[in-house]
Structures are given as C-alpha cells and as structure tokens.
Nanobody
Framework: QVQLVESGGGLVQPGGSLRLSCAASGRIFRINVMGWYRQAPGTERELVASITSGGITNYADSVKGRFTISFDNAKNTVYLQMNSLKSDDTAVYYC???????????????WGKGALVTVSP
C-alpha cells in the first residue's frame, strides 16, 4: 500500500512564501510523476504543477514564475516552493502520484489528504 503525506501548509500574508512537502511511503518501485493540485471552496480541483522522475516540469499559468516544484528521488518526496503568494492561492493543496509499487502493479492516481494554505492579511 502506498501513502502520500503532505506537510507545510498554513497561514501566510500576501506576498509571503510557503513550502509544501509530500512524502510517498510504502511499497514503491518507481515513481513516474508527482504533482500538486489545489481546490478552493466552490471550485474544481486544478493542477498547480507536476514533475516527472526525469525532472520535466509543468505549471499552471497562474503560478508560473512564482511556484517551483522539485523532487528528491532518494526521499520519494516532492516539494512546492510558493513565493509571492496571493489571496487567490488560498486552497487545499493535494499531492498526487503516478507510480509503480512493483514491476507490474501501477497506481495512476494516488492522492494525499491535503494541506490547507490560507493567504490573508
């Protein structure tokens, strides 16, 4: 069984920074892609950023230039550095992974429980 556990959420003022972490644990053979999604009240969950095991990144237009995603292969941990935060960034941030637990068994959509980020004066 594989688990994703997020940490690092909290309250920050506009213009401030936060770093989210997501550690994958359990039986993991290979991680293909890890990403961050977010969901604000009354909205659909949206992709924020993703990164492949080879380091290819993808960002939502709304966060380009402000957020940076990175991945530590040795720790099976993905990070999201969020700078110049705005009130519109307020949401629950979810970690997601596409991985293999062994050579055959693939989990395409593993989710963490989420971390709340609140950007407010």
């Amino acid at each position: 069984q594989v688990q994703l556990v997020e940490s690092g959420g909290g309250l920050v003022q506009p213009g401030g920074s936060l770093r989210l972490s997501c550690a994958a644990s359990g039986r993991i053979f290979r991680i293909n892609v890890m990403g961050w999604y977010r969901q604000a009240p009354g909205t659909e969950r949206e992709l924020v950023a993703s990164i492949t095991s080879g380091g290819i990144t993808n960002y939502a237009d709304s966060v380009k230039g402000r957020f940076t995603i990175s991945f530590d292969n040795a720790k099976n941990t993905v990070y999201l550095q969020m700078n110049s935060l705005k009130s519109d960034d307020t949401a629950v941030y979810y970690c997601n992974a596409d991985l293999y637990s062994n050579v055959i068994v693939r989990y395409r959509d593993v989710w963490g429980k989420g971390a709340l980020v609140t950007v407010s004066p």
